[in-house]
């Protein structure tokens, strides 16, 4: 069997658990603020949807662009960990809003927290992923969101018909906040330089090194 790192371990299993809390939430959410958010209608969820996308879109960039300046992965990862815990709160929020504005905030708070996430995520992926592996590291991380996303999909349903919205989002709460403490445990193989090293591409005959 082809084992993987325990960096790109990590990275998977943090991510499954993330996948699996938002999906808890992705085919409920619009029924949620059509019934639970005051003036919640259809255009809300446009605006919604549009507030994490934006933000997101439009500071993701800078920030990774400010990331590649600086050697080593020390500071990728310090975002990554504030990101994912930032995202983890975002669920305990929708518990309490009432407003329109409320999921809006929200919203836009998780897409600065994952602005920070998805760019050092992806980072940190690139340079530990095992060479002669990548295909098949993609295809795991690909599998894992995959099969959250039919388990959770299914199941979110049932957790808010059975017990409330509320009980969903404490529940993506808490598997946000896993998922997060996942990352801690590949503090120690985090690069604090620059590793990558220049490859000198190979010739068609040796060389003979001339004596001293």
């Known amino acids: 069997m082809i084992k993987l790192n325990k960096v790109i371990r990590t990275l998977i299993v943090s991510d499954f658990l993330l996948q699996i809390g938002w999906g808890f939430v992705g085919p409920i959410f619009a029924v949620f603020l059509t019934r639970q958010i005051q003036g919640g209608d259809l255009k809300l969820v446009g605006f919604v949807a549009s507030a994490y996308w934006i933000t997101k879109s439009l500071l993701q960039p800078f920030l990774a662009h400010q990331l590649d300046k600086n050697h080593g992965e020390k500071d990728d990862f310090v975002f990554l960990v504030m990101g994912m ?30 602005a920070c996430v998805v760019p050092t995520w992806y980072a940190l992926f ?6 002669g592996r990548e295909a098949f590291s993609w295809s795991i991380e690909s599998t894992g969101i995959g099969i959250a996303a039919a388990f959770s999909g299914a199941l979110g349903g049932i957790i808010a018909a059975a017990f409330g919205f509320q009980a969903v989002f404490l529940l993506l709460g808490v598997f946000g906040i896993l998922s997060s403490s996942a990352l801690l445990f590949i503090r120690p ?8 090293e220049f490859r ?3 010739i068609d005959k040796p060389t003979i090194e001339k004596p001293l």
């Not at 975002?90 to 927290?113: C, D, K, N």
């Not at 690139?126 to 060479?131: L, Q």
């Open 200 to 202: 000198v591409p190979p």
């Open 85 to 114: 815990y930032l995202s983890s709160l975002v669920p305990f929020g929708y518990i309490f809003a009432t407003q329109p504005w409320h999921i809006i905030l929200l919203e836009s708070l998780r897409g600065v927290a994952m």
């Open 126 to 131: 690139t340079r530990h992923v095992d060479k």
């Open 189 to 196: 193989h985090i690069f604090e330089n620059d590793h990558f």
